[in-house]
């Protein structure tokens, strides 16, 4: 009644009066003080000072999830009008936030004996016995996002003071990376009206895979008769405006078309329209430059990697044997527009045809350089300020894939393949937070 006459006649209580009504935090909120005044006069470090601070949060915290979920469920439960034939019961509910495991004693009911059981305050909170908080889930899952799964339980110990179980760290990461998966995470579009030039680079990576069958009687006592251990490519598609350093990305694990429509789609991200450009870049993979035409048209002209041109060129060392400057000379060659220059000089030093592929390395080079006829435009690229290499991609292959999914002994199955790859590629173009706001929403 008191306090119902101060609320009506809008008088706050005090910090300290609200304190007696919950004991446990009052007692929680002194420790705290006691380490701002140094009441013990142990604390002489800053470390340690930080050391006490964290820990009292920490138990501050799980005490106030603790207050708060018992009495939320207490107030569901009164709200909750019990009729005829309803039956009551009381129930523990556990789960684990980031300060820790809460447990609340949850008035629950059921319409009449035997029936559907109503959990007012479960419902009401959106959590599940046993289950994560959405915040712990997300700490979790960008741990796993970069880490081996047996190691996020070691992190999440180290700096949440929390055991999750074993095998949490996989459930839940990859299920988040499944709805990823489920939901559109391409960039935001950027629409505009400019003649953009966009910069747009694919290139594969081999992903460890392990398919797994159905054991027959003979096998079931060794599951490796049932596994199948092979290598898939991850189509690693990259695009950015040419007036900008950051890139978006998309990967698949799918063929050539799939790579083609991210490529497409990340263009149309990035403002991709009829008066665009796009300078195109791979290492000479046909598949490549066949997706750049298909998706783009005439908008795009497509480079062979300059640097892959150059092994080539180094392969065939035969030439540049009484020429120490030869090299060079070939690279300024295919800078300033001189490929014939490039090819005359490399044409009387060209294997027999009878001399196998493996041992022709100037025969490889000349055919490499004559079938792919205005792929090495390098010197009006020079000119305009854009690349003549895909390091671009190649470099992001390291950090968007192989960090996490080439992990020494690690090996996919292709649904869980692509999932986390769709996770990397999400933190990577900044959807990290969209993602998870759109959870909390």
């Known amino acids: 009644m008191d306090m119902e006459m101060k609320i009506s006649s809008g008088k706050r209580e005090s910090v300290a009066d609200r304190l007696e009504r919950h004991p446990t935090l009052k007692a929680r909120m002194e420790r705290m003080l006691d380490v701002v005044e140094n009441a013990s006069g142990d604390v002489r470090r800053a470390d340690e000072a930080e050391r006490r601070a964290i820990e009292e ?7 106030v999830m ?12 009164r709200d909750l009008e019990v009729q005829g034939g309803v039956v009551r019961e009381v129930k523990k509910l556990h789960w684990i936030c980031t300060f820790g495991e809460v ?18 305050f479960q419902s009401q909170a959106e959590v599940f016995c046993r289950g994560y908080s959405t915040l712990l889930q997300r700490a979790i899952t960008d741990f796993g996002a970069d880490v081996p799964f047996a190691e996020v339980r070691d992190k999440i110990r180290e700096h949440y003071g929390i055991h999750i179980a074993n095998g949490a760290a996989a459930t839940i990461t990859e299920g988040h990376a499944r709805k990823m998966t489920d939901t559109d995470m391409t960039p ?15 290139d594969g990576s081999m992903i460890p895979m392990v398919q797994t069958g159905k054991s027959d009687d003979s096998a079931a006592q060794d599951r490796r008769k049932t596994r199948k251990l092979f290598w898939k490519e991850g189509k690693l598609s990259m695009i950015r405006r040419a007036d900008e350093v950051t890139p978006i990305f998309a990967v698949t694990l799918g063929d050539a078309a799939a790579a083609g429509a991210d490529l497409l789609r990340l263009a149309r991200a990035a403002g991709f329209n009829k008066y665009s450009y796009v300078h195109g870049l791979g290492d000479g993979a046909t598949w490549i430059e066949d997706q750049m035409e298909r998706q783009f048209g005439s908008q795009c002209k497509y480079h062979v990697d300059f640097f892959h041109v150059c092994d080539y060129l180094a392969a065939a060392k035969i030439c540049a044997a009484n020429d120490p400057g030869w090299m060079e000379r070939q690279k300024d060659g295919l800078k300033t527009d001189r490929l014939p220059e490039v090819l005359a000089a490399l044409a009387p030093f060209q294997e027999a045809d009878a001399v196998p592929s493996e041992e022709a390395p100037v025969r490889g080079c000349y055919r490499y350089l004559t079938n792919r006829p205005g792929q ?9 300020g854009l690349p003549i290499g895909s390091g671009e991609v190649e470099s992001a292959h390291r950090y968007v894939i192989q960090k996490r999914l080439k992990l020494s002994g690690a090996w996919w199955k292709p649904e869980n393949a692509q999932a986390m790859l769709n996770l990397r590629v999400t933190r990577a173009n900044g959807g990290w937070n969209r993602y998870w706001d759109a959870l909390a929403a």
Not at 67 to 76: D, H, I, L, V
Not at 103 to 113: A, D, L, S
Not at 376 to 384: K, L, V
Request: aromatic share 6%.
């Open 57 to 63: 949060l920490r138990q501050m915290g799980l005490e």
């Open 66 to 77: 603790q207050s708060w979920g018992q009495k939320t469920a207490n107030e569901a439960a």
């Open 103 to 120: 447990t609340v004693e949850e008035q629950t009911y059921r319409t009449n004996e035997g029936g559907k059981l109503c959990r007012p």
């Open 188 to 202: 935001e579009v950027r629409p505009t009206k400019d003649a953009l030039t966009l910069i747009a680079q694919i």
């Open 376 to 384: 090495f435009d390098y010197h009006a690229a020079i000119q305009a």
